[in-house]
């Protein structure tokens, strides 16, 4: 891994050398050439200014040295003037060079050539006002041939350079030869040198010589370092070609952030041009959520650590966030600065399938929720939370209440829209810290976190079924859902997660049992109920086939005659190991499995028969009450079962009489009024069942089809003592005087209760005070010992 990232480092910083030339204008082979011509003449301008002083710095020792010596300055004025302006002259153009050599580069085609003539030139004077033959100044010649040999670039060119330079020594020494120029006599050179021809021959030739040869040389020298050059470039041309085509993002920046290069894949992910991106900073790129980390991993790198690969979040222009994968080293740029070198890929499209696919397996695909996994993992950290900050943790368990009826007649498309509005609202009941979970087909779990008293949990429960208690509007059905909510606390229930969604789902059940829309917390009394509705649930399904239901009947009593009205039928279950299962424990489970069905089509026959037996023992006619399961309300043959009964049974349907709870028929409102209509038009009666529980309205009652209206008992119990509870009562009792409805209370248990409900005119009674529900055998007897026995039923014509 070390050696790895160590190759990648070197890598990285033979890179940064070559891209520091590439960034200097090798990219396009004109402007490179340009860029590097304008490099070799500043260089030459430079060796110049260095010429020019160590010349400088000769002729001023020289002439001092002359000046106090018995020989004295032997120039004369003017040749100290000519001097003085040939060495203005190489200074000027060479300052001027130096200024302004970018422009004048690119104005002037052949400087080059122009510059190494007047160099030529200028070396010839300065040979010339030294003692042309005896002059010390010649290798300046070869000096400028040199240059001449950097600078041009045909090798030709260069020879003539060369060959120029000789021919104007030897021209120089020839004019003063023979006396077109005067010659400058020098000190210690013996008198009348430059008029000896073989002197002047074999100095010119030498000069000459070394002249060519110094243009040879340095011409081929200048190529072979051309050709290296030209080799190194077109690596590096290579290497960019690479480094752009590269589907990596590949950056580097100066330690203080400042990016000096990006490539292709860079600029497209990032939507900055190069140009745009040497005026960014790295750290303005980084997302405010990575800096920091960034920040940290910079700090190690610049300090000599070896980081493994870093993910990181950029912005790019327009703001878009990009995140990216790579690894950052530490190298050195082409002028040997530290520099940063980043190797990233684009990772967004990776991460965000990843995070679709954490989702698919945390998240309900129809709600949006958490899903069972998550939903334990959120249990398992408020738990952890819960332990450090010694708070209380909540868990609620929620089933909605007849939900399948929904799904069943009306469709799962409205069943799905109805579980994600009612996601939406428990997701509204709690705070953001809290979790809300499907686990389930209509099963919703949350997390309270921070509990600090039941009394808060109490009330989220509350807020809960009040929220859901609000009709729901999906696709134009108006939709009424109610919730069983069982609730186990951490730590006082359980340690384990698992367990206290255990102990969460028993306490539900106990909701569901009693009445459902109520919630109810865990206590562990209900265990024993959990091991027994196992016990139920595996036994129901044999109870049918092995004759274990019974019917018990409640008689219905008039207030004002004290006539029996009805007889209303109530299942019980004759468990073997069990005894009398009462049917508040084992309806929602018959509910729940479908099996409600089968029992209910049997409740009905068996209250049939036992009305038409009665009958035929001589008993005056009265009405056999049924109660119909939203289920079996719900069924699409329940007005050919009910007629098939009462035609095998022979019993007048006048004789019937449904009941049906009002939450069972406001669950969808539209869809009872058709039902009810129909069921009336068979002759039937139909009592609304635990009236006052449901949420219809007056709008609601006047549309269904209906002859009774029957009191919840939970209303009828407290009706001497609670306000509120007489109030409901007598505000039922007059709703159905207004609608020409019987009003009848259930669960009459007092005399009070009874006076209290004959003052506010109630019609009927029913309850423990009359009879308690007994056995058929029993009804005979029951009957037989009243005066005043049955009130009569106006009969319809059996359909
Ligand atoms: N779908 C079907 N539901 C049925 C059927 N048989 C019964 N049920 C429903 O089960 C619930 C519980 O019924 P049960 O335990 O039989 O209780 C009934 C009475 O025993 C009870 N009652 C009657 N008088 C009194 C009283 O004075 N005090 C008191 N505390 N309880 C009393 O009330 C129950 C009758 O309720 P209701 O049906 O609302 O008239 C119950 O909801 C039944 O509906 C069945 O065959 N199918």
């Not at 400088?56 to 040749?79: D, E």
């Not at 003539?160 to 020839?174: Q, R």
């Not at 939903?375 to 332990?387: G, V, W």
Request: net charge negative; hydrophobic share 45%.
């Amino acid at each position: 891994m070390a050696q790895t990232s160590l190759t990648g480092s070197r890598w990285l910083d033979s890179v940064a050398r070559r891209l520091k030339h590439l960034r200097e204008g090798l990219k396009s082979p004109e402007s490179g050439r340009l860029e590097e011509f304008k490099a070799r003449t500043f260089l030459v301008v430079k060796c110049r200014w260095l010429l020019l002083t160590l010349v400088g710095i000769y002729c001023l020792v020289a002439g001092s040295t002359y000046y106090v010596s018995r020989i004295g300055l032997f120039l004369s004025p003017s040749q100290v003037m000519f001097l003085v302006v040939t060495a203005s002259t190489v200074i000027a153009y060479n300052l001027l060079l130096h200024l302004f050599y970018q422009r004048i580069i690119c104005c002037f085609r052949f400087i080059n050539v122009f510059q190494i003539v007047l160099d030529l030139l200028l070396v010839t004077v300065l040979v010339h006002l030294s003692g042309g033959a005896s002059s010390w100044f010649w290798p300046v010649y070869l000096i400028v041939t040199i240059e001449a040999a950097f600078l041009i670039e045909g090798k030709r060119e260069v020879w003539f350079v060369g060959a120029f330079g000789g021919i104007l020594y030897g021209a120089l020494l020839a004019l003063e030869h023979f006396g077109f120029i005067p010659n400058v006599p020098m000190p210690f050179v013996e008198p009348g040198l430059h008029q000896d021809p073989h002197y002047i021959l074999l100095v010119w030739l030498w000069v000459s010589l070394l002249n060519a040869a110094a243009a040879v040389i340095g011409s081929y020298f200048v190529s072979v370092i051309e050709r290296e050059s030209e080799a190194t470039r077109q690596s590096e041309e290579r290497l960019m070609g690479f480094l752009d085509t590269a589907n990596d993002l590949i950056l580097s920046f100066s330690p203080e952030g400042r990016l000096r290069y990006v490539n292709e894949a860079w600029q497209q992910v990032l939507g900055y041009t190069a140009e745009e991106a040497k005026e960014l900073s790295f750290f303005g790129i980084i997302h405010p959520d990575s800096r920091e980390r960034c920040n940290a991993e910079l700090e190690r790198i610049l300090a000599g650590d070896v980081l493994s690969p870093l993910e990181a979040t950029l912005v790019a222009k327009g703001g878009r966030s990009i995140i990216v994968e790579g690894s950052l080293t530490c190298g050195v740029d082409g002028e040997g600065s530290t520099a940063v070198w980043g190797i990233c890929r684009d990772i967004t499209e990776r991460k965000q399938v990843e995070e679709q696919l954490y989702r698919l397996a945390h998240h309900d695909t129809l709600t949006g929720l958490p899903n069972r996994i998550l939903f334990l993992d959120r249990l398992q950290q408020a738990k952890a939370h819960a332990n450090r900050y010694r708070h209380h943790v909540a868990l609620m368990f929620l089933d909605l209440d007849r939900f399948k009826i929904i799904n069943d007649t009306l469709g799962h498309p409205v069943g799905d829209k109805l579980l994600q509005e009612v996601a939406k609202r428990l997701v509204d009941c709690v705070r953001e810290v809290d979790t809300v979970a499907r686990i389930g087909g209509d099963e919703f779990t949350v997390v309270l976190v921070n509990i600090d008293s039941v009394e808060d949990v109490k009330r989220v429960a509350q807020k809960i079924l009040k929220s859901l208690s609000v009709p729901f509007m999906v696709d134009s059905f108006e939709l009424y859902i109610t919730t069983s909510i069982g609730i186990a606390l951490y730590p006082g229930d359980d340690e384990n997660p698992d367990n206290l969604v255990k102990k969460a789902d028993i306490a539900m059940y106990h909701a569901k049992g009693e009445g459902r829309n109520t919630f109810k917390f865990y206590v562990p009394k209900m265990d024993a109920n959990a091991d027994k509705r196992l016990l139920l649930e595996t036994s129901l399904r044999k109870a049918l086939d092995n004759e274990e239901f019974r019917v018990y009947y409640q008689p219905k009593v008039d207030i004002t005659t004290k006539q029996i009205t009805a007889m209303e039928a109530l299942l019980r279950w004759q468990h073997p190991t069990l005894g009398l299962v009462a049917p508040s424990e084992f309806i929602p489970l018959a509910e729940e499995t479908g099996l409600i069905v089968p029992i209910g089509e049997w409740v009905l026959r068996a209250a049939c028969l036992q009305n038409r037996k009665w009958l035929e023992m001589g008993l005056p006619p009265m009405k056999v009450a049924v109660n119909l399961s939203g289920y079996q309300f719900q069924q699409p043959n329940l007005l050919d079962i009910i007629r098939t009964v009462l035609a095998d049974t022979g019993l007048d349907p006048g004789l019937l009489e449904l009941e049906i709870t009002e939450s069972v028929i406001m669950q969808n409102p539209d869809f009872a009024v058709a039902v009810l209509a129909e069921i009336r038009d068979l002759g039937i009666h139909i009592s609304i069942d635990d009236f006052g529980t449901g949420y219809s309205s007056l709008a609601h009652l006047k549309r269904f089809s209906i002859n009774t209206l029957k009191i919840d008992k939970s209303f009828v119990r407290d009706v001497e003592i609670n306000s509120a509870d007489a109030a409901i009562a007598t505000a039922i009792i007059a709703m159905g005087n207004s609608l020409n409805l019987k009003v009848i209370a259930e669960g009459v248990e007092t005399e009070g209760q009874l006076t209290f409900l004959s003052e506010n005119k109630c019609d009927e009674v029913q309850g423990f005070l009359f009879s308690t529900p007994m056995p058929s055998e029993d009804v005979a007897d029951f009957l037989r010992g009243r005066t005043t026995l049955v009130a009569p039923v106006s009969l319809n014509s059996a359909p």
